[in-house]
């Protein structure tokens, strides 16, 4: 389709694909959310872009996609080439499509947002989808061996990345991970109504078909040593993530009754998401949690970040009579994508912005009753820039509950056997890479890197992804040196 005029994005509407109605989704349909573009819609939205000169999306995303010049060849409806474009940035493109926070990355910054962005997300996963069903696969053939091998530890966004770009390069990339399936909070964390977990078995055929291993099932500093890895293989990747729970210390947070959200999630990931995972505990829990029936209770999330999108609408398809999420600060402040919150909202979820939790309250029995809030108002900004919530004193008041979720939030831990190598950690855990007289991503011990939320800190999947992928260039600089 070509362009019929300047204009054309005043005549043609920001639209995107279709969604599970919410009669469906509020009865326990755990399907994915959006449907998917056919090649009109793609056509249509692709041909809203202006192709400006100085093109934002591209620039605010965090791989730095070439969105303007892969739309174009959507509307030209050259889709094993806009493919091929997507995967030269983004190892992942199918997954990014559907779990960014466009809103707040390309989509937030397109020419057009006034009048509606451009819905490249949607775009993106039309591409890469309609690509790999019509049987176009990433093209090595050029590629020369370069007989370097590098282990990978960790099978999240990260640790993938790293592994595609590794095998771009002629290393061979052996993963390992602790679970059998790949993904890491794709896999266990981010529920099948937001990614379909049949997206990443597809993934993993793909990274199969260019050469990639995968050791799953292996821990390493419990199953095999990281002494090992460096006697086997070149150079070692560590994209392990960020699973210290933050718990908030509030009294009562023991209660029967009161969950930490990603035990939650993943809980129901194995029951719902259609993966049987090892069955080991996430490392930082001792045993999994039993998931409740949440059948006609009264639901309260703390927390407004994505993580906490994630629970109040799982708890909405798990049947739950009432869900509330409260967030200390207002909703301008709030971490989830606004996308996330109006779906949730769609869904019947209640949002409670400016109240903190002070304690977890129980009847007679030790029985969650409710979560004890104080109002908020905003005061100054913090060492990040965010606005910190102060308690408005004689504000306090019982919020009703029979579970309550914790979800504050995740921070890495620098394993001890990387610690033995001499491996840094720096502020909150975070395992220090890079940084004056190293390569990028590379840490205190020349042969090990690291990148992904357990260098970044909880941050995001295209983040993950575009931290693996750099890390592997250095790591390749190394090895072929
Ligand atoms: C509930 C939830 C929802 C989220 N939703 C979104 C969203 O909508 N959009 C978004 O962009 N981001 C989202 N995020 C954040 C995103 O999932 C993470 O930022 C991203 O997955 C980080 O990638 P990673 O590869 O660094 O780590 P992970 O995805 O955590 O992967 C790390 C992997 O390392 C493995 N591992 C750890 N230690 C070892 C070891 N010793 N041996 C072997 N394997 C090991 C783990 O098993 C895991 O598979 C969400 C996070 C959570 C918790």
Request: proline residues 5%; aromatic residues 6%; contains cysteine.
């Amino acid at each position: 389709m070509s362009r019929k005029h300047a204009f054309q994005f005043l005549d043609l509407p920001r639209t995107m694909p279709q969604r599970i109605p919410v009669e469906l989704r509020t009865s326990g349909d755990w399907g994915e959310l959006y449907g998917k573009f056919g090649k009109e819609d793609a056509q249509f939205q692709a041909g809203r872009c202006l192709d400006c000169g100085n093109p934002y999306c591209s620039w605010k995303c965090p791989v730095h996609n070439a969105i303007p010049q892969w739309l174009q060849l959507v509307q030209e409806n050259r889709i094993h080439e806009a493919a091929t474009l997507c995967h030269s940035t983004n190892p992942l493109p199918e997954v990014c499509g559907r779990v960014c926070p466009q809103d707040r990355l390309c989509e937030g910054s397109c020419t057009l947002e006034e009048f509606g962005a451009v819905t490249i997300g949607a775009v993106e996963k039309y591409i890469v989808d309609t690509a790999l069903a019509t049987g176009w696969r990433p093209d090595l053939s050029a590629v020369e061996a370069t007989g370097r091998r590098v282990a990978v530890i960790g099978a999240g966004p990260a640790g993938l990345a790293c592994a595609d770009k590794l095998a771009h390069a002629g290393v061979q990339a052996v993963v390992y991970d602790r679970y059998e399936q790949i993904g890491g909070l794709l896999q266990f964390g981010i529920p099948s109504f937001k990614l379909d977990k049949a997206v990443i078995s597809r993934r993993r055929n793909v990274l199969e078909g260019m050469g990639v291993q995968f050791r799953l099932g292996v821990e390493i500093g419990r199953d095999i040593s990281v002494d090992q890895l460096l006697a086997e293989y070149d150079a070692v990747f560590i994209g392990t993530g960020a699973y210290r729970y933050t718990d908030g210390g509030l009294l009562g947070q023991d209660l029967k009754g009161v969950l930490p959200a990603l035990p939650f999630l993943v809980q129901n990931s194995r029951i719902v998401g259609g993966s049987d995972a090892h069955g080991r505990p996430i490392a930082g829990w001792e045993d999994q949690i039993a998931l409740p029936d949440l059948e006609g209770k009264r639901v309260v999330v703390l927390g407004g970040g994505d993580t906490g999108m994630d629970c109040v609408r799982s708890a909405v398809r798990l049947g739950a009579a009432k869900v509330t999420c409260a967030y200390r600060r207002d909703e301008a402040n709030m971490p989830g994508s606004a996308r996330e919150v109006a779906n949730a909202r769609e869904e019947g979820v209640r949002f409670l912005f400016n109240r903190q939790p002070l304690s977890i309250e129980a009847g007679a029995d030790d029985e969650v009753i409710g979560v004890m809030v104080v109002e908020t108002q905003l005061g100054e900004p913090d060492a990040q820039g965010r606005r910190n919530a102060v308690p408005i004193d004689g504000s306090e008041s019982l919020l009703e509950a029979d579970v309550v979720i914790i979800a504050f939030g995740f921070s890495p831990s620098t394993p001890a056997w990387l610690a033995a190598h001499g491996v840094e950690a720096g502020q909150n855990g975070r395992i220090v890479a890079g940084g004056a007289g190293r390569l990028p991503f590379q840490t205190a011990h020349p042969r090990l890197f690291a990148g992904g939320d357990a260098v970044r800190g909880a941050d995001l999947v295209v983040t993950a992804v575009a931290e693996g992928r750099d890390a592997a260039a250095s790591i390749v600089q190394l090895v072929t040196a």
